[in-house]
């Protein structure tokens, strides 16, 4: 893991200062070293996280005769076998890093290179001979790649703070971003919480030539039609899962020249992970794990079992209310983006204690709900399939009684209102029927913006389900309708809100580098081709990845419901000892610099928080406290600021190459 940076111009190359300010903005990505190249009509810059080949491997890196030029971010964990075959058609190598097998790679197969890699990238090539820079991001969106272009001039990187090194950048909070957020969690690529500023979409490639600039999808998310599923038994499937997660554990724990650790959350997804890298490995293993001092949210009882299973020396920290509004504004810095919930800063904390431990690299077991059917809402869509054949039937309706069983205030609990709340808009027909109760309430929270801020939204035309709904292949209409609704789910949260605000962005602010069994390549073509009945049986969730790892894992684990990752929210912000920037960004003054939220409707849902120190609101009225606290936080830092931070001076050594002589 790296950060990564440049700009491309038809007039004199890029000067080396700003080169140089950008990849200072990204110094918490690469703390092991820096460099730049600059060229005629581009400069590349490079922040270096040392994880492979950590003596060599310096960056920006070439090709043998200096025609193609690479900076990149991430990983490619088949690089040991692309290199071998490499070597075989006669290409010399002069690192044993993994960035040099993409220079040879894109030299051998072109934009086939790409669908080869099995890892996760966000990464910029400057081919010489053509006078062409590509751009190009890993399938699901691991790491982040943003650019912005005027004119013939692009600028790329990794965050947007380093894109704001440039004063000629505008800085401003995109509307339509805006409204993509309060509806799925996060803008949808290639939008972005900011205007002008665009994201390169997972899977796919840009080309910035004489021609212009365009982009395409190299790889695209998958199914195959209901009922056609290559694999119906059940055995089979199981084993080829475990065969898979193994391997791409394997390769992600092994594959470092630097120690890697292990997330373990308490559920079954990090457990198997930690159970594969200390059951097929013989290294020792350092597990870590996030507790909080309310009950309500704390793990620590299934954290504790699997230690215990699988001895490892394990390390914990312990989150309070008060540690997540401390760390706050520096979250949201790092995530550059408005957040409906306080989950991403106990994860902050989180990689903090990894960093402070001497690690640079876990695995963790994040893509495991989205691609093998993990999620409430997966189940949520089921009971309301199911209901929507007979929408009239009492009995029917009262499967929603099922749903949510770790929630204090569950369906079962207050049957009427769920009934209420989930037979709306139940039509079978609709591709959107799993997503529409998540969209509807958190669409409500424009409830507080200005009417500036929605008539902006209105004048761009933003419909943002419909517009993502266009967007479903033609052949989805064939798709389980679960299928349909993982589509949905790895289009927006995966990439938008569970792998940046809280993957990378969590992550990198500390520099350490997450890596993801679940999403490999490899996991990924397996798991899209199973059927509907593997992921989830009837209402349990991750069938499949259960019967796969039932026998190294404690049953209590294996039969555990789904629980979802949650922390405090309101509570954090609204209790007797709230630190003073909350007061301070949520005064009048403070909605008016903004420019969002209508100052009144923000008073009067802090004066209700604060009655009741955050802890009595519904969901849909912390969603609107986060809402309101990390978008002027955004503003804030970004708009009124430029992003900069105390520290912003490239990491020593810097390598400087020139090439405009």
């Given at each position: ?415 009427a209102f769920a009934r209420g709340f989930f037979g709306q ?83 990198m602010a500390h520099s350490v580098e997450g890596r993801f ?74 909605c008016e610099a903004a420019g969002v939220f209508e100052p ?62």
């Amino acid at each position: 893991m790296c950060g990564i940076c440049g700009v491309a111009t038809p007039g004199p190359p890029p000067d080396a200062a700003l080169l140089l300010r950008m990849v200072g903005r990204l110094r918490h990505r690469g703390p092991d070293g820096s460099g730049y190249l600059r060229d005629q009509g581009v400069g590349l810059g490079h922040a270096r996280l040392a994880i492979i080949d950590t003596t060599g491997g310096a960056q920006p890196l070439s090709n043998e005769d200096g025609s193609l030029w690479v900076t990149f971010n991430g990983e490619i964990f088949n690089y040991v076998e692309l290199g071998a075959e490499l070597r075989d058609r006669g290409h010399t190598f002069a690192t044993a890093s993994d960035t040099e097998v993409i220079v040879h790679a894109f030299e051998e197969w072109g934009e086939d290179a790409f669908r080869r890699f099995n890892g996760q990238w966000a990464l910029a090539l400057w081919d010489r001979r053509h006078r062409r820079l590509i751009l190009s991001r890993d399938r699901v969106g691991v790491r982040p790649l943003f650019y912005t272009r005027s004119g013939r001039r692009l600028a790329f990187a990794s965050e947007v703070k380093a894109l704001f090194a440039d004063p000629a950048v505008p800085r401003a909070l995109d509307p339509v971003g805006l409204d993509q957020t309060l509806t799925f969690w996060s803008p949808v690529a290639p939008r972005t919480p900011f205007a002008g500023i665009e994201q390169l979409p997972p899977g796919h490639v840009a080309i910035l030539d004489a021609d212009g600039f365009r982009s395409h999808p190299y790889w695209t998310i998958d199914f195959p039609p209901q009922g056609e599923e290559p694999g119906q038994d059940a055995d089979a499937n199981a084993d080829a899962l475990r065969e898979g997660l193994v391997e791409a554990t394997r390769l992600r724990f092994l594959r470092s020249d630097v120690p890697v650790g292990a997330y373990l959350s308490g559920g079954i997804d990090s457990s198997v992970t930690a159970a594969v890298v200390t059951g097929y490995t013989d290294a020792p293993l350092d597990t870590f794990s996030l507790r909080f001092a309310d009950a309500e949210f704390d793990e620590g009882v299934h954290q504790r079992l699997m230690v215990d299973r699988l001895g490892t020396r394990h390390h914990d920290v312990v989150v309070a209310p008060g540690d997540i509004a401390r760390v706050f504004p520096d979250v949201v810095r790092h995530a550059e983006a408005t957040l409906l919930r306080a989950a991403p800063a106990p994860l902050f904390l989180l990689s903090q204690l990894v960093a402070a431990n001497g690690y640079k690299v876990v695995v963790t077991g994040e893509g495991a709900d989205e691609v093998l059917g993990g999620y409430d809402l997966y189940r949520e869509a089921r009971v309301r399939q199911f209901w929507s054949r007979n929408p009239d039937s009492a009995v029917r309706s009262r499967a929603v009684e099922l749903l949510y069983p770790w929630m204090a205030r569950s369906p079962g609990q207050a049957p009427a209102f769920a009934r209420g709340f989930f037979g709306q808009g139940l039509d079978a027909a609709d591709p959107a029927l799993s997503h529409r109760p998540r969209w509807q309430t958190t669409a409500a929270v424009k409830g507080l913006l200005t009417a500036d801020a929605r008539a902006e939204a209105h004048a761009a035309a933003s419909d943002a389900p419909a517009e993502l709904l266009a967007c479903l292949p033609p052949a989805s209409a064939g798709w389980d309708p679960l299928a349909r609704a993982q589509w949905l789910e790895m289009t927006t949260l995966l990439p938008g809100y569970i792998l940046s605000s809280q993957g990378d962005r969590m992550l990198m602010a500390h520099s350490v580098e997450g890596r993801f069994p679940f999403l490999d390549r490899d996991v990924l073509a397996l798991a899209g081709s199973l059927p509907a009945r593997h992921k989830l049986s009837g209402l349990t969730e991750k069938y499949l990845l259960k019967r796969a790892f039932a026998d190294v894992l404690p049953p209590e684990i294996v039969q555990r419901p789904k629980q979802p990752y949650r922390s405090p929210d309101a509570a954090s912000f609204c209790g007797p000892d709230a630190p003073e920037w909350v007061a301070d960004l949520t005064t009048a003054r403070a909605c008016e610099a903004a420019g969002v939220f209508e100052p009144g409707r923000v008073e009067g849902l802090f004066a209700k928080a604060r009655r009741s120190g955050g802890a009595g609101l519904g969901n849909t009225d912390n969603m609107r406290v986060l809402a309101v606290l990390s978008t002027h936080l955004l503003h804030h830092l970004f708009v009124t600021g430029d992003g900069s931070h105390a520290e912003n001076a490239p990491a020593e050594p810097v390598l400087a190459i020139d090439l405009t002589t």
